[in-house]
């Protein structure tokens, strides 16, 4: 809580000053038996001149405890405080009763813009497992850093055009025989992929050459090749606007197509070579020497002509600073262009654009599947509507086992909630950058680090409130001091972190942080259910108190759900 933080640093402050020293600088321990705020006497090793540990040590002698402190230790280099728990209760269940749903927001980011880009799929294939993390990752952050008080604009860019998407359009001119989707009863964007495979599968010298030729055509605006190129993408299009749908992503700010974007980069590129920023290869090729910022020379427009990737980046992130005028972008792409965005964002600088400073590559890690890597020209990946479908029929299972009599209606909208949130926070519970694997079947267990079992934590302590209201005189009003065993004050320990949870997420740029920390609520919840009666408790202060602690719980657990962009259920 702020008011414990700031009244620690007030006390350290009487002691030694104040140089160097304020309420970002208290953590919390990883460990509640080493009490529940702590203070690392390392910044204070170089202006007192001594040890952290001596400096720990000599504070634990000075600062006394109060009617806040309960307790002061030095822990090695750490000074560490233990509150007065029941003062402490008061005032973390007030303070969630009083901001509802905003609990854990923040107007840190108040006036600031942020403009963060994803999925940024391609029009040759259907979006798979890993367009999965990167939506699951690219809304979670999108939702939190909404919640600290930033402007998000939500922007999506379409690779629509390049070498790929010949490939899928050559594989369809030569092979496709005039079927449709419709023709063929499949959803559109896996069509449209299939053709994609079938160019890898048949792929030979000549096969390639022929691709090239088509990019060139292109480029060139051939009428027969751009009327392919309008018809395979509005397929790959609809498709994907059926699976943004299902996934819970509502309407971007602005889409970007690299098809409309290419030709400003070009443009980009050129007037750097007038400036002497950029050079010309002997085959023509014009390339950018950034061995001095240790990233070799790159090439930004090849020698027949055709653009790559990075051209068309730096006009669309000119574009998009002139529209939003924001304060940071934010590209959510995997580490595989971790190179690319160290290019993009350098010569970007060498262009004279100061607002680069503010672009950042939100990188993550690859998902797997138990059996290995995916691989889409060897149509090896999971379809995202596959997987879906696959953990929606698991969660009907599941739902059946507890719920016979439950409705068609009724079990169709609980397998949906339940299997995005099994994959969204399973997707989430890890660190971003982290490599991963995917489990279907451990993803959707209502046991475990799992996203059921956290929805099911929030649908119990529902339930208990629904049956409380119907049994007893509920009163949220409660005096919360009488809530001092050790299940209740390590639940309303976890419950006081969301909000600091939440920051270090957002500064971060870590949606985990908040997967973990509402794995921790949920099993703290669950201890403290199963320690501490609530309805049955005959002493009606506890009794109610207890209830306002299950409420809180409640709130806490639906606020970190949405943040993540997963639907808490009222009843699972």
């Excluded at 950034?290 to 000119?318: H, I, M, W």
């Excluded at 065993?485 to 320990?493: D, P, Q, V």
């Excluded at 270090?504 to 794995?519: F, T």
């Amino acid at each position: 809580m702020d008011d414990f933080k700031l009244h620690i640093i007030e006390k350290i402050v009487d002691e030694i000053g104040s140089e160097g020293i304020d309420e970002s600088i208290i953590e919390v321990p990883p460990d509640p038996l080493l009490g529940d705020y702590a203070f690392p006497c390392f910044v204070l090793s170089k202006r007192l001149k001594k040890a952290p540990a001596q400096i720990a040590e000599y504070l634990t002698g000075k600062i006394k405890p109060d009617e806040m402190i309960a307790e002061v230790k030095s822990f090695g280099p750490y000074l560490n405080f233990f509150v007065n728990k029941a003062l402490m209760a008061g005032n973390v269940l007030e303070e969630i009763k009083k901001a509802g749903n905003k609990y854990g927001h923040s107007g840190k980011g108040d006036g600031k813009t942020i403009v963060i880009e994803y999925p940024g799929p391609n029009t040759n294939k259907p979006l798979h497992l890993g367009h999965m993390r990167n939506m699951a990752l690219g809304l979670s952050m999108s939702n939190i850093l909404k919640s600290q008080g930033y402007e998000v604009k939500i922007v999506n860019i379409n690779n629509d055009r390049g070498i790929h998407i010949c490939k899928s359009m050559l594989a369809y001119k030569k092979w496709g025989m005039g079927k449709t989707p419709e023709s063929e009863e499949r959803k559109s964007d896996h069509f449209v992929g299939d053709y994609y495979v079938m160019f890898s599968k048949k792929a030979d010298e000549a096969l390639e050459q022929e691709s090239k030729e088509m990019l060139l055509k292109w480029e060139k605006g051939d009428k027969e090749i751009r009327e392919l190129w309008q018809k395979m993408n509005t397929w790959a299009f609809s498709g994907f606007k059926q699976t943004y749908k299902r996934f819970g992503l509502s309407e971007f700010d602005k889409e970007y197509y690299e098809s409309e974007t290419y030709e400003g980069g070009k443009k980009m590129v050129m007037g750097g070579l007038k400036k002497g920023l950029f050079k010309k290869n002997d085959d023509g090729a014009v390339i950018v020497d950034l061995e001095k910022e240790g990233l070799g020379e790159k090439v930004l427009l090849r020698s027949d002509g055709t653009s790559v990737y990075v051209t068309q980046d730096l006009y669309t992130a000119q574009l998009r600073h002139e529209e939003f005028n924001f304060d940071k972008m934010i590209y959510v792409v995997a580490t595989e262009q971790n190179y690319h965005f160290k290019v993009l964002f350098t010569i970007l600088e060498k262009l004279g654009h100061r607002w680069s400073e503010g672009c950042h590559h939100f990188a993550y890690g690859m998902v797997h599947l138990p059996e290995g890597r995916m691989k889409s020209r060897e149509g090896t990946v999971v379809d995202a509507d596959d997987l879906i479908e696959e953990l929606e029929n698991l969660a009907a299972e599941e739902i059946k086992k507890r719920h016979i009599t439950l409705s068609e209606e009724e079990t169709a909208n609980r397998k949906r909630m339940i299997s995005l949130g099994a994959i969204k926070f399973f997707l989430l519970k890890g660190d971003a950058i982290k490599d991963m694997t995917f489990n279907p079947e451990e993803s959707i267990s209502f046991e475990g680090d799992t996203g059921p079992y956290v929805q099911y934590t929030h649908a119990r302590a529902c339930s208990i409130l629904r049956k409380a209201e119907q049994e007893i005189d509920v009163h949220f009003d409660a005096d919360a001091s009488s809530l001092k065993k050790k299940s209740e004050t390590a639940l309303i320990h976890e419950l006081s972190l969301l909000p600091t949870k939440t920051a270090d997420a957002c500064e971060m740029y870590r949606p985990h942080i908040i997967a973990q920390s509402l794995l921790s609520i949920s099993r703290s919840f669950n201890e403290f259910y199963h320690a501490c009666p609530c309805i049955q408790e005959k002493d009606e202060k506890l009794r109610n108190a207890r209830l306002l602690l299950i409420d809180c719980t409640r709130q806490a657990l639906a606020n970190g759900l949405a943040m993540l962009g997963i639907d808490a259920l009222e009843k699972m």
